[in-house]
Nanobody, 125 residues
């Protein structure tokens, strides 16, 4: 089992930027696909971005395409979500997740077996 710990959330003004980090530990070799999801109050958890750990291939939700960038650093066992041009509707708890299978393009939370505890992102003036 791989353990995931997110950090980097906070309060930012509209148009601002944040970078979220997700550090992997434990059986890191089992993290074939990494994903970032978010959940706003009263809403279902939704897919934000995904990356294949080895190849770096990526997938983005239409709502964040062109504004968010997912990446990974193999040496640091860390995945990042760079968020630019933030909007109030981006406010949510952000979670990183890992799947031991190829799950790129499969945007369902059920495809990911390991989850972090989440980090709050609030976009407000």
């Amino acid at each position: 089992q791989v353990q995931l710990v997110e950090s980097g959330g906070g309060l930012v003004q509209p148009g601002g930027s944040l970078r979220l980090s997700c550090v992997l530990s434990g059986r890191t070799s089992s993290a074939y696909t990494m994903g970032w999801f978010r959940q706003a109050p009263g809403k279902e958890r939704e897919f934000v971005a995904g990356i294949i750990w080895n190849s770096g291939s990526t997938d983005y939700a239409d709502s964040v395409k062109g504004r968010f960038t997912i990446s990974r650093d193999n040496a640091k066992n860390t995945s990042y979500l760079q968020m630019n041009s933030l909007k109030p509707e981006d406010t949510a708890v952000y979670y990183c997740a890992a799947s031991s299978h190829f799950a790129l393009g499969i945007r369902s939370p059920g495809a990911f077996g390991s989850w972090g505890q989440g980090t709050q992102v609030t976009v407000s003036a």
